[in-house]
């Protein structure tokens, strides 16, 4: 009879061979003490990624994908195939340190309110990543992230939404935690759903932790572990155009979803002006 596996590592990678083969190191080098896999989908990568896995870390189950499917859906393919009590959403540019999952595995199992947590986040030369948030609302989007706005940025309300007062090195719980490292238990996405596949890059975590409240479950943010994470190294390799339209389309879609055509109107409106920018941009 086989072990129980305690955590299911899931990694969805495009064209990040070196990133990718880097992380996988950390996590086989680095973790023990708990019952583990790690399930990789490529989302149809032209950089070796496949054959370099199959290669050195055979212990891998890989699933390779003949199109981008982009975050949502490869991460369901992983997380739907996972047989671990916990589940690991992690990005494929990130860098695990020794011991890191046992300790935010132990502080799940000691914390049975806990839904999902994250946890401290630092780029290569240690500085914070501020990760968390609140949930977002429409108006929230218009300041924060719509050309138009720019001036506006640095006001209270922003600053609130994002925490801009909190060092990330206090235990809290948070609305939103980040998409690079969400980890949850098996039991929540069986009761709240997986990934809105509608999402095909963003918002995702938005939409999964809304779903985790609703529920009248917790969100966590853990300081007591810290990962590495070299941030967008596979959007990175999109073109500009591209990523543009997916992020409109995935913000005008979770915004209609989550407050209604009125909202999903005056968004669209006000977001002619980044569409007109981002045009042009697209032909430089």
Same mark, same amino acid.
């Given at each position: ?13 495009? &064209? ?11 996590? =086989? ?17 032209? *950089? ?21 499917? %982009?975050?949502?859906?490869? %991460? ?9 009590? %916990? ?5 494929? *540019?990130?860098?695990?340190?020794? &011991? ?13 309110? *806990? ?6 986040? #630092? ?52 609305? #939103? ?5 969400? =980890? ?15 999402? =095909?890059?963003? %918002?995702?975590? &938005? *939409? ?46 979770? $915004? ?6 009125? /909202? !999903?109107?005056?968004? /669209?409106?006000? $977001?002619?002006?980044? !569409?007109? $920018? !981002? ?6």
């Amino acid at each position: 009879m086989k072990p129980q596996v305690d955590l299911s590592i899931t990694i969805a990678s495009y &064209n990040t061979k070196s990133y990718i083969k880097n992380c996988l190191d950390s996590i =086989f080098r680095n973790t023990s003490g708990i019952n583990f896999e790690v399930i990789v989908v490529d989302n149809a990568s032209a *950089d070796d990624s496949v054959k370099m896995i199959k290669k050195d870390f055979p212990k891998v189950k890989l699933i390779s994908n003949q199109k981008n499917l %982009y975050f949502s859906k490869a %991460y369901n393919q992983a997380l739907k195939k996972s047989g671990g009590r %916990y589940c690991l959403v992690l990005n494929s *540019d990130t860098i695990i340190p020794k &011991n890191s999952l046992k300790k935010i595995f132990l502080f799940m199992e000691n914390h049975p309110e *806990d839904a999902a947590s994250s946890c401290r986040q #630092v780029n290569d030369k240690g500085q914070i990543d501020k990760t968390c948030s609140l949930f977002p609302t429409p108006i929230i989007e218009f300041l924060e992230s719509n050309i138009l706005t720019k001036p506006l940025r640095p006001n209270k309300i922003l600053k609130r939404y994002r925490y801009n007062d909190w060092k990330r090195n206090t235990s809290r719980e948070v609305d #939103v935690i980040p998409g690079s490292f969400m =980890f949850i238990r098996k039991k929540t996405l069986e009761k709240v759903g997986y990934f809105d596949e509608n999402l =095909f890059l963003y %918002y995702g975590e &938005n *939409d999964l932790c809304l779903r985790i409240k609703k529920a009248g479950l917790s969100v966590y943010h853990n300081p007591k572990v810290t990962i590495i994470h070299l941030q967008s190294q596979s959007i990175n390799k999109l073109p500009t155009w591209q990523l543009f339209q997916i992020t409109l389309h995935d913000m005008l879609y979770y $915004y209609k979803k989550h407050f209604g055509l009125a /909202w !999903w109107l005056f968004l /669209w409106i006000t $977001y002619r002006a980044n !569409w007109i $920018y !981002w045009r042009l941009q697209s032909f430089k």
